[in-house]
Structures are given as C-alpha cells and as structure tokens.
C-alpha cells in the first residue's frame, strides 16, 4: 500500500505533494481542541496497525484502519495519518520520504471520504445500523485506497487494469478484516459513549460552517 | 475520556499482537549486491522472505546512463559481469509500487578480469610450492591461481547465511522501534494539545477583561 520511492514519476509526485498540503491545510483547521487526543490515538492506530501483515499468496499485505480514522476524524484524519506516514518512513522505510505527500493523500482521502459518505449512517439511532454503516465505510476506505494507489501508478506510466486488479485482488482480505475491525469498533464506541461520532461531526460542521 | 480509553485499548490490541506476526510483517523491497569472483551477485526479495523471480534488473551508472541488464532466476539471484569502474546502481520494478534498488560503490566492485590474470600469473609457481611442503601431495597439483579461486568459493559459500542474515536483520522492525514511533506521536499530538490549549487560554482573561465593555458584540 506504500509506494516507495523513485516508482513514480515525478508529476506524480508533485501532484500528491501539492494535495497533500492542500489536505494537510484543511485537516489541521478542522482539528479542534477536543478531537486532538482521539487523532493522536487513530493515528498511533495506524501506526500500529500497518506492521500487522496478513500473508496472502506469494506476498503480504497489511492493516490501514483508514476507514475508523475518517469516520471519528473527519478532515482532521489527514494530519492523523500523516504523522503515523512520516514515522513509519523514518522508522522503518515503509514508503519513503520524497513520495510521502502521494502516500498520504492515497490513504487520508478515502478516509475523509468515508466520512462524507457514511457519517449519516454511523449517527443512526440504533446501535446495529450504525455499526454497520461503520462497517461499511472501513472496507469502502480500503476500495478506494487501491483505486488510488492503482491509479498513482497508472499516471507513472503502468497499465492501469492490470495494476489496479493486483492491488485490489490482494487487499479483499484487507477490506473484509477492516470492515469486521470498524463495525465492532464503531458498534462498542455507540454502546460506551454513544455520542462520539455526533459530537465530533457537529463540532466539525459547525466550526467549517462557522468559519465560511 | 471514554473514548480515548477505548482506542488506546484499540491501540494496544494491535500493539500487542504486533510482535506475534513478526516474521511476516515485511513489505518491503530488499536488493543487496556483492562481489562475487569477477562478477557482480545480487539478489531481489522481499523483507518476508519471498525473493523475487525472473525479474529485470537494469544497471545504470550515476549519471543515469544504461550499463546493462540481467534477470533473477527462481531464488531471485542475478549476477552482472562490470566492464566499467563506476560506482553501479542496481534497479527493478517489481511492479505495484515496488522498487528495488541498490547500489555498489567503486571500491566494492569485483576485480576487474584483466587485472587479476596479470598480477596473479607470476607468483603462481613459486607460492605453489611452499604450500605444497605444509599441506602435502593434492595441494601441490594446484597453482596458486586456482587455490584462491577455490578459497574465495568456499569463502563466498560461507558468507552467504551470515549476509542473507545480516540483511534480514537491518529489515527487522523491533518493539523498541515501535514504542518510540508511539511516543513520537503521543508526545506530537501533545504538543499540538498544549499549543491549541495555550491558545484558548490566551483567550480568556482578554475576552473576561474586554467583556464588560464594548467588545461583547463582536462574540459569536
């Protein structure tokens, strides 16, 4: 899911750059005091959560949990996932520095748009319903990320089909183990604090609607 | 406070099972290269393990220029004959993002197959045979020539588990690294923390002290 360095072109490159601190941007505004401590953990989630590797066939694949962070951070998941790209780039040489603003954008972007796309139904009144709609924007995050990583490659001159078919055949695993991760995650945080997801989105809109 | 007690317990579930898949946690692309007899021998893999198999490893120099090219046979080995003294860079794309590359700096490159023929053809009668009075009859068949290539062999067979270890090694995320990668955040996010609460500290003895006067319509 990390591209590394010198695999894509350098439009590529620059383009993700460029997006990446256009997100950055928006991200940063929209994270309020109050959601600093749950971006923190999402993102040592993420952090974490990428050394787990699943072995599938001759190669292995790994965790993202870029679904749970849109969907509790909104744009604030963008700095969230950041920081944890940053540290595994200078921890481990998971990606790599000069492609860090294309990596970000290919996994911050499907979060925020899970967030738009699934945050009505994580604020369901039942507890399932939501659970879920959380379910489904933790695999949804996943589909879009391949799509992106396949389509940063097809830009950099690979085929696209082909390219996209690899990454995303590989990932099924990943989607249905994130998708089953976010349901119970979303579904335990309805049950303890059941207006997480509300008070977080509403103080989202309000500030951006504020600040228009 | 709920919340963030259920996500750190979400952080620590993984932090947890973290260490119990470890052999398999690799994703990356390792490329190593060494001198082998007069030749350049490399293998492609990945951090798991699983080396990569027929694979094009294009050669270039510094500059960019193209030297060559070789392929990886099924144990994901290639080796690659230098004809130049440069400092050679390695690459293949492994395709989804994968990208190998390595390079071998001037000083590591195998003995060119001119040099060693000329300096090693005069000294091979004589060091024969003062091997041959300490070691006994089947040394004594052998020049001095063909011992050090049968000694650099053995050498090379040798070396190879230590290498591959030594590669697996540097690959190896420990939990040390892992924990500081989490402090690292922790300790970020905190700092944003403190500044986003200086700031909304800063705020309120100016909007208590401005309150009573006539700044009061400028809230909300």
Same mark, same amino acid.
């Given at each position: 899911?990390?591209?590394?360095?010198?695999?894509?072109? =350098?439009p590529?490159?620059?383009?993700?750059?460029?997006? +990446?601190?256009? #997100?950055?941007?928006?991200?940063?505004?929209?994270?309020?005091?109050?959601?600093?401590?749950?971006? /923190?953990? =999402?993102s040592?989630?993420?952090?974490?959560?990428?050394?787990?590797?699943?072995?599938?066939?001759?190669?292995?694949?790994?965790?993202?949990?870029?679904?749970?962070?849109?969907l509790?951070?909104?744009?604030?998941a963008?700095?969230?996932?950041?920081?944890?790209?940053l540290?595994?780039?200078?921890?481990?040489?998971?990606? &790599?520095? %000069?492609?860090? /603003?294309?990596?970000?954008?290919?996994?911050a972007?499907?979060?925020?748009m899970?967030?738009?796309?699934? @945050?009505?139904? $994580?604020?369901?009144?039942?507890?399932?319903?939501?659970?879920?709609?959380? !379910?489904?924007? *933790? *695999?949804?995050?996943?589909?879009? %990320?391949?799509?992106?990583?396949?389509l940063?490659?097809? =830009?950099?001159?690979?085929?696209?089909?082909?390219?996209?078919?690899?990454?995303?055949?590989?990932?099924?695993?990943?989607?249905?183990?994130? +998708?089953?991760?976010?349901?119970?995650?979303?579904?335990?945080? @309805?049950?303890?604090?059941?207006?997480?997801?509300?008070?977080l989105? %509403?103080?989202?809109i +309000?500030?951006?609607?504020?600040?228009? | 406070?709920?919340m963030?007690?259920?996500?750190?317990?979400? !952080?620590? !579930?993984?932090? =947890?099972?973290?260490?119990?898949?470890?052999?398999?946690?690799?994703?990356?692309?390792?490329?190593?290269?060494?001198?082998? &007899?007069?030749?350049?021998?490399?293998?492609?893999?990945?951090?798991? /393990?699983?080396?990569?198999?027929?694979?094009?490893?294009?050669?270039?120099?510094?500059?960019?220029?193209?030297? #060559?090219?070789a392929?990886?046979?099924?144990?994901? !080995?290639?080796?690659?004959?230098?004809?130049?003294?440069?400092?050679? $860079?390695?690459?293949?794309?492994?395709?989804?993002?994968?990208?190998?590359e390595?390079?071998m700096e001037?000083?590591?490159?195998?003995?060119? *197959?001119?040099?060693?023929?000329? #300096?090693?053809?005069?000294?091979?009668t004589?060091?024969?045979?003062?091997?041959?009075?300490?070691?006994?009859?089947?040394?004594?068949?052998?020049?001095?020539d063909?011992?050090?290539?049968?000694?650099? *062999? $053995?050498?090379?067979?040798?070396?190879?588990?230590?290498?591959?270890?030594l590669?697996?090694y540097?690959?190896?995320?420990?939990?040390?690294?892992?924990? /500081?990668?989490?402090?690292?955040?922790?300790?970020?996010?905190?700092? #944003?923390?403190?500044?986003?609460?200086?700031?909304?500290?800063?705020?309120?003895?100016?909007?208590?002290?401005?309150d009573?006067s006539?700044?009061s319509?400028?809230?909300?």
């Open positions: 899911m990390h591209i590394v360095d010198g695999a894509l072109s =350098l590529v490159v620059a383009g993700g750059a460029v997006l +990446a601190v256009g #997100g950055l941007a928006v991200g940063l505004k929209s994270l309020t005091m109050e959601k600093i401590p749950a971006a /923190g953990v =999402l040592a989630t993420f952090f974490v959560a990428s050394l787990i590797h699943v072995p599938i066939g001759p190669s292995s694949v790994h965790l993202i949990m870029n679904g749970l962070a849109g509790v951070l909104g744009w604030a963008f700095p969230a996932l950041f920081v944890g790209l540290l595994q780039a200078v921890f481990f040489g998971f990606g &790599g520095v %000069t492609v860090l /603003g294309i990596n970000a954008v290919n996994i972007l499907p979060a925020v899970v967030f738009y796309l699934c @945050r009505r139904g $994580v604020a369901s009144s039942s507890p399932l319903v939501s659970a879920l709609w959380g !379910a489904l924007g *933790g *695999g949804l995050a996943i589909v879009f %990320t391949t799509c992106f990583v396949a940063s490659l097809a =830009l950099s001159g690979e085929e696209f089909l082909p390219a996209a078919k690899l990454v995303f055949v590989a990932h099924i695993p990943v989607m249905v183990v994130e +998708a089953l991760i976010t349901g119970a995650a979303v579904y335990l945080a @309805r049950r303890v604090k059941p207006d997480l997801f509300n008070s989105a %509403t103080s989202n +309000a500030r951006s609607s504020g600040s228009l | 406070m709920m963030s007690r259920l996500f750190s317990a979400c !952080a620590l !579930a993984c932090l =947890l099972s973290a260490p119990f898949s470890a052999p398999a946690w690799a994703h990356k692309v390792i490329a190593s290269v060494y001198a082998e &007899g007069d030749v350049i021998a490399g293998e492609i893999g990945f951090s798991n /393990g699983d080396m990569a198999p027929d694979a094009v490893v294009e050669v270039f120099d510094p500059a960019g220029n193209r030297l #060559g090219e392929r990886t046979d099924a144990d994901g !080995a290639f080796t690659f004959r230098p004809s130049q003294k440069v400092p050679h $860079v390695f690459r293949s794309n492994l395709g989804a993002g994968h990208v190998a390595v390079t001037v000083e590591d490159l195998p003995a060119m *197959g001119g040099a060693v023929a000329q #300096g090693a053809a005069p000294a091979s004589a060091g024969g045979a003062v091997v041959a009075s300490s070691q006994g009859a089947p040394a004594s068949a052998l020049s001095m063909e011992q050090e290539k049968i000694l650099s *062999g $053995v050498v090379q067979k040798q070396l190879l588990p230590l290498r591959r270890e590669a697996a540097k690959e190896k995320n420990d939990i040390q690294s892992i924990l /500081g990668g989490i402090g690292y955040i922790f300790g970020l996010f905190g700092l #944003g923390f403190y500044i986003a609460a200086r700031r909304k500290l800063a705020q309120v003895p100016t909007q208590a002290v401005a009573p006539s700044h319509p400028q809230k909300g």
